[in-house]
């Protein structure tokens, strides 16, 4: 509808930008943009496949029944893992999404192609720089190279090319808001989804500027050139780690935004709230480096209550909001198209055997329950005592990043292939149920992870049997069990992760072109957010006012959701103070 | 009240900084009260709890802990475990732990319900105090002496594993903490020797 109002009143595009529209949203999509798209979504995915396999090898290392790697490799593959994931995966697709929502939903063009394509090209020789490093051994020191471990300087003069290209591709991505605004491509304010594609675009400046204020130093340490202190810089190294994942978060929003109106035409609550919580993750998310520091020597107990509560709490606040205003936005979708019996019609009748759809189910309620209220509670201060490079903390951010972000990302692809790659989507009967394998392997993964971590058991390590050291260390029989299950969600989670690279690449480089698509007319490899469109009715309006009519109370236009979000702070009290028990068994210390 | 429905794929019409339904704003009003508490507990603990991870925090370098140990180990030994010194400290004093790759030392030996000021510090690079099986975990920097109070408030044998990754030999790194009984052990620590 939008896109026809534009399309009266263009401003002639510069020669040889060429638009196609597209057949199933009409919007009009710029040709040279969607290469870009395509291009990075291929690096993401590849990326996903290096890293799931490091997954593999590092899930059946840590099953010490199988204990498959020697020392060395798993350490090796360990950073492997971190990067091609954390990094690679995750910031191609962030990418790739910044460049969809600069074009695609502001039927504008990509304002500086070259730019663009230089900015790549750093991307991917810093991310091949990188895996040659590691793979090769002259990088052994983890994702995090806490100096004064020493890697060779080409590692991380690779991760700064990689840096680099990003934060270019970020300046693109604000260079197109305000061509696209300027050539009158869009009306009024920036659709939300894109208004939080800007906020992650925000927090990926921040993070860059910190990630350039310590690799550069460190390249030159690793040169002998300076001197740098072990402490500041897990500082400023988390500035860009924590901070990295704040564009995660931000990203994903937005992507929960946007599968919600494609799947089940999910409204936007209100405007005014959703984007002051973005605004909150801007204001508050810069101080996230100091969660990582809260059993540290170097910052007194003022600097780590100020800053881990990002100061008190209000980035937590944002998710909060968030996770409020997403599902009732989707509950009120449904019922405006007429889901409205009882309380939880409408999240019953909605469409679960769309990936799309239920890769956002889980990803909100996985990144909520787990990810978040795990994370808020191994953040405190205090708490971080039986929490700090345990099991604990890769179990929290597994269910944050992964099940979190890596999900939501999966269920855009499934959008993606039809809209931008313009194929069906391969292997259909198995991608209905990829979601369902990857967040139930990765809900089984992080919460025995996080049940192993309350027992102590730290992260990071090849042989918690200790056979080989000094003095004997006896874990509890139960931890064999749980680093057992630990495994098999990994293997089930990984699972997931192969099927879904395999469809994405039969999708892509051999899948069947998408053809014409009849509006009500299921039809195999289309989600039905694209064959039965949730349009809403004429008169959808006056059907919400009636919704929002004081009448229905205080639990409004989403009741379904009021009963969601308080069994979730329910669980996060209980979660939160039992930890505060644990905590108080132990040792006086201070 | 006039309603524009649109989704987060549309831009919203006019001005969209309009009133929230009542619900929005009970919900925003209860994460924040919420987000309050989290705030409150932290330095609540610090006023009211018995495990805070403040400390007594100074620079040194690895030279001088490394002198600091050595003088301690010297002055309190009373044993040693294949190789490794055993120190038994007076109740009360300040004690000094060392993380080197891949070894904690000396080991400690002390007493129940007893207060003592335990200095990490590491030699190299980062690693991670981590007290088995109580669960226990601070972070130990190479240039910085963190100096925690500490009360054992049970007896045993205990290790410390490393939870940092410290290089290739990190899953060896074990140390150990023997925590006695009362006040009968000042009269036996001879004995170990």
Known sequence: MTSQVIAAELAPEPAGVVFRTCPVTARRIHIGAERLIKVHAVCSVVSLLIGAVAAVLLVLTRWQAVHLLPAVWFYRILGVHGMSMLIFFIIFFEMAVLFFASTVLLNARNSAPKISWIAFALMLAGALTVELMMWSGRADVLFTSYVPLRAEPTFYLGVILFAVGALVTVGVFFANLVVAKREGRYQGSLPLVVYGAMTAAIIAVITLVHGAAIYIPTYLWSLGLMEIDPQVYRMIWWGLGHSSQQINVAAMVAIWYMLGALTIGAVVLNEKISRSAFVLYILFISMASAHHLLVDPGMGPAWKVVNTSYFMYMAVLASMIHGFTVPAGMELGMRLRGFTNGTFDWLRRAPWGDPGFSSLVFSVVVFGFVGGITGVTIGTEQINIIVHNTLRVPGHFHATVVSGTAMAFMGATYYLIPLIFQRKVAFWKLAKIQPYLFAGGMLIFTLSMTFAGTFGVPRRHWDITFSQAPFDVQFSPIVDLVLAVVALGGLLAATGAFVFIAIAVKSVFFGEPLGTITKGVAMAGVPTGLTHPPVHALDVDARNAALHDPSRGIMGPAPGTIVLVFVFLAAFIVYFFVNWKMLSFLWRIG | ?193
């Open chain 2, 1 to 193: 009240m006039h309603i524009d429905t649109h989704t987060g794929l549309d831009s919203p019409k006019g001005v969209w900084w309009k009133p929230a339904h009542a619900s929005e704003k009970v919900w925003v009003g209860i994460a924040f009260a919420w987000c309050m508490v989290l705030f409150a507990m932290m330095p609540l603990w610090h006023w009211k709890g018995g495990q805070n991870p403040s400390g007594i925090r100074s620079r040194t370098t690895p030279q001088a802990f490394s002198a600091r140990v050595g003088e301690f180990i010297t002055r309190y030994q009373t044993g040693n475990d294949r190789g490794m010194p055993i120190v038994t400290p007076p109740p009360g004093s300040d004690i000094y732990l060392a993380a080197v790759a891949f070894q904690w030392f000396p080991i400690l030996k002390l007493q129940k319900n007893v207060e003592y000021t335990l200095h990490l510090s590491s030699l190299d690079v980062n690693h991670g105090f981590s007290l088995y099986p109580i669960n226990v975990n601070f972070q130990v920097v190479p240039g910085y002496d963190y100096g925690l109070r500490v009360t054992p408030n049970a007896s045993g044998d205990f290790r410390i594993m490393c939870n940092e990754f410290c290089g290739i030999g990190h899953h060896l790194m074990v140390g150990r903490v023997i925590v006695d009984e009362g006040s009968a052990v000042a009269s036996t620590s001879g004995a170990v020797q």
